[in-house]
Structures are given as structure tokens and as C-alpha cells.
Nanobody, 125 residues
């Protein structure tokens, strides 16, 4: 059974930093593209950042470029998201997700098969 468990969400002031982690089990994590998605109240879930299995390619939504960094450790089966210069508009539930192989649409939620339960990030202004 595939499980993806997020951690690291918290309440933080604007301008602050957080690091999210997602540990995967029940799958060959190193064979999967993995990513972070977020959903704010009343909004659709959106892709934030994704990384291919080797870590050589990363993709970011424009609103987080230069502030967020996605990384992975395939030995620990863990995905990370380092978030700096947080803004109130970053407030959302953050989910990690994985899909086997590559995708032409790395920030599209429908491309991903396995999902975690989410971790809440709240940025106060």
C-alpha cells in the first residue's frame, strides 16, 4: 500500500521560512516524478513544484519561483519543499504527490496518482 506522509506545516509570519517534508512508502520512489501541490479555501488545487526522479529537472509555478526550492532524497524516500519569503497568499493546505515515470505536464494535478493527506501552511501578514 502506497503512503505519502507530509510534515512541516505551521503558522509563520510573512517573510518567514518553512521546510516541508514528505516521506513515501510502498512504492519505488526513485522511479517516480514527485511534486508539491496546494489548495487554498475556495480555490482549486494547483501545482507548486515538481521534480523528476533523478532530481535533474525541476518545475515551479511562476508565483513561487525564486522563493521555493524542491528537492528529494531517493535513499530516504523523502521529498522536500523549502519555502522562503513567505507571503499571505501562500496560505494553503500543501500536498505531496507522485507519479511513475515522467509527465509532459509536471504541474497538472491529474497527472499524479499517489497523494498525501496534506499539511497546513498559514502565513500571517
Amino acid at each position: 500500500q502506497v503512503q505519502m506522509v507530509e510534515s512541516g506545516g505551521d503558522l509563520v509570519q510573512a517573510g518567514g521560512s518553512l521546510r516541508l517534508a514528505c516521506t513515501a512508502s510502498g512504492l519505488s520512489f526513485a522511479d517516480h516524478t514527485a511534486g508539491w501541490f496546494r489548495q487554498a479555501p475556495g480555490k482549486e488545487r494547483e501545482g507548486v513544484a515538481t521534480i523528476i526522479w533523478t532530481g535533474e529537472m525541476t518545475y515551479y509555478v511562476d508565483s513561487v519561483k525564486g522563493r521555493f526550492t524542491i528537492s528529494r532524497d531517493n535513499v530516504k524516500n523523502t521529498l522536500y519543499l523549502s519555502m522562503n519569503s513567505l507571503k499571505s497568499e501562500d496560505t494553503a493546505m500543501y500536498y505531496c504527490a507522485a507519479k511513475y515515470g515522467l509527465t509532459r505536464y509536471p504541474l497538472r494535478t491529474s497527472e499524479f496518482h499517489y497523494w498525501g493527506q496534506g499539511t497546513q501552511v498559514t502565513v500571517s501578514s
